[in-house]
């Protein structure tokens, strides 16, 4: 994946933050909430049985991602510039320790507090690495059942598709139970339509009791 297209998805993705991270403000509240990941040795990326419906297309066992991956927080102003930062310190350091990308960007969120937003950034990769990076870090996020969401259309648009899951969430007696991710599942570099741009949602849910 070109440098460049990983920062025009992140740039564009994250106006839109605070209108799609609502929800999420307890995961924040403690350090031992605010990591989705988990060090280990093995993991694989296959989301075969997901499919690229739009709209809910269910509720899935998501297994572990291998990922590198760079937690940071910024006032919400500040973002964008923290984001693309981010994302070139983790294609530099992917590279350097010779990991091959397995799949398009991704972001954890773990608040919508927009005096200091917490992000995780994330790139999903193959193998796990022989050496470990210098700043990042090569983590699993943790297997769970999630609901999935495939929205289609420019970013500035995806308030839509999370005005859509709290209803569902809501309707269903599901509850948020952690961080959510969005990976970009698109290239906007390549894929010239905006209206064709899928964002895949992940959000991790239990019912509520």
């Not at 990983?6 to 509240?29: E, H, N, Q, R």
């Not at 050496?131 to 090569?138: A, F, G, N, R």
Request: glycine share 4%.
């Amino acid at each position: 994946m070109k440098h460049s297209s990983i920062k025009f998805i992140l740039f564009a993705a994250v106006t839109t933050i605070t209108f799609s991270c609502g929800g999420s403000d307890d995961f924040a509240a403690d350090e031992k909430k605010v990591k989705d990941s988990l060090q280990a040795q093995n993991a694989k990326n296959d989301f075969s049985k997901v499919g690229n419906n739009e709209g809910v297309v269910g509720i899935f066992d998501i297994p572990e991602m291998l990922t590198i991956c760079k937690l940071d927080s910024a006032p919400m102003k500040d973002v964008s510039f923290k984001v693309a930062k981010a994302y070139s310190v983790l294609e530099e350091e992917m590279n350097a320790i010779k990991a091959e990308i397995d799949g398009m960007p991704g972001m954890l969120t773990y608040n919508n507090d927009t005096t200091n937003f917490i992000f995780e950034c994330v790139l999903p990769i193959k193998a796990m690495p022989k050496q470990q990076p210098k700043t990042t870090k090569i983590v699993v996020l943790e297997a769970c059942p999630m609901l999935i969401y495939n929205f289609y259309g420019p970013y500035k648009q995806l308030f839509t598709a999370y005005n859509k899951i709290r209803k569902y969430i809501a309707d269903n007696k599901l509850v948020q139970s952690g961080p959510m991710r969005e990976f970009y599942l698109s290239d906007p570099t390549v894929e010239g339509n905006p209206a064709k741009w899928q964002t895949r949602i992940m959000v991790p849910v239990i019912k509520a009791k």
